[in-house]
């Protein structure tokens, strides 16, 4: 069932979204050659609990893995999602990192997630963050009321088609509310007209992931990399669907 919010529910989605966003920010702050992820990851913890709000993927159970152990998904270079932090992993000139960041408060959750780039990187990893940044801009317009999943997912696939990129194999994105994953399914790929129609008071998590040389991704435990080892990036915003538009709800004037 796709769960519809209510005014006071909007609310509390816009408070954990907000977050989301701050923590997100103040993050990319910190991103230079020599920090750790495991830095960054507590630098998370911190801003998240001055908010009074929990961490929503610390602890979090998927199919038969093992509870995630971290706050934050800290993804680099040809790591796709749910890359692990460690204080042994520094940031190098060059690098590029997807942070993804799920959070909880009052009941809802919020998430989203930004590939950031550190000092100076290849044209061709640039490339990448701007095509999956864009990807998402153009699919966020597709939010409106009477549009269909089908309607994003289509427009996610051509932006990285046309850009001579890839759709990371086996990821989505999803509804988002009273559970971090809820439904519709999101995929990065699909046909316009296709699936749920967009109602007024919807909430979706939307996050294309795009690589470089291959679509295939291989899993190690909770780890998705990209199978040919090229770079990978990861732009994710949660969306409110209105009639008068979509409201991103991850996002911050300064961000
Ligand atoms: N951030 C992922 C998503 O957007 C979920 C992360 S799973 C976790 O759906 F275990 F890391 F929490
Ligand atoms: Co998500």
């Known amino acids: 069932m796709i769960s519809i919010k209510n005014k006071?529910?909007?609310?509390?989605?816009r408070e954990s979204n907000r977050i989301v966003a701050e923590?997100?920010?103040q993050l990319g702050q910190l991103m230079k050659p020599g920090v750790s992820t495991l830095d960054l990851n507590n630098k998370a913890e911190e801003i998240i609990a001055e908010n009074s709000a929990e961490a929503a993927f610390k602890g979090y159970q998927m199919d038969d893995l093992s509870p995630y152990p971290f706050s934050i998904c800290?993804?680099?270079n040809y790591e796709v999602v749910h890359g692990y932090s460690s204080k042994n992993k520094i940031l190098q000139n060059g690098d590029i990192i997807g942070i993804d960041i799920g959070v909880k408060k009052n009941g809802f959750y919020g998430d989203g997630a930004r590939t950031f780039a550190i000092g100076h990187i290849s044209e061709e990893n640039m490339k990448l963050l701007e095509v999956t940044e864009l990807a998402l801009k153009i699919a966020i317009e597709k939010c409106k009321v009477g549009n269909r999943i089908g309607d994003i997912s289509s427009v996610i696939e051509k932006t990285a088609k046309e850009n001579g990129f890839y759709v990371a194999?086996?990821?989505t994105g999803h509804g988002i509310g009273r559970?971090?994953?809820e439904e519709p399914c999101v995929p990065n790929f699909g046909k316009a007209g296709s699936g749920p129609r967009l109602v007024e008071g919807m909430t979706i998590a939307i996050e294309p992931m795009f690589n470089i040389g291959t679509s295939k991704t291989v899993e190690k435990g909770w780890v998705f990399c990209t199978a040919d080892r090229s770079s990978s990036a990861h732009f994710e915003h949660t969306v409110l669907v209105r009639k008068e538009g979509p409201?991103?709800?991850?996002?911050?004037?300064?961000n």
Request: charged share 25%; proline share 0%.
């Open 74 to 76: 800290a993804s680099i």
């Open 179 to 181: 559970e971090l994953h």
């Open 23 to 25: 923590v997100i920010y």
């Open 247 to 254: 409201e991103i709800l991850t996002f911050l004037e300064r």
């Open 169 to 171: 194999d086996g990821l």
């Open 8 to 13: 006071v529910e909007i609310e509390l989605m």
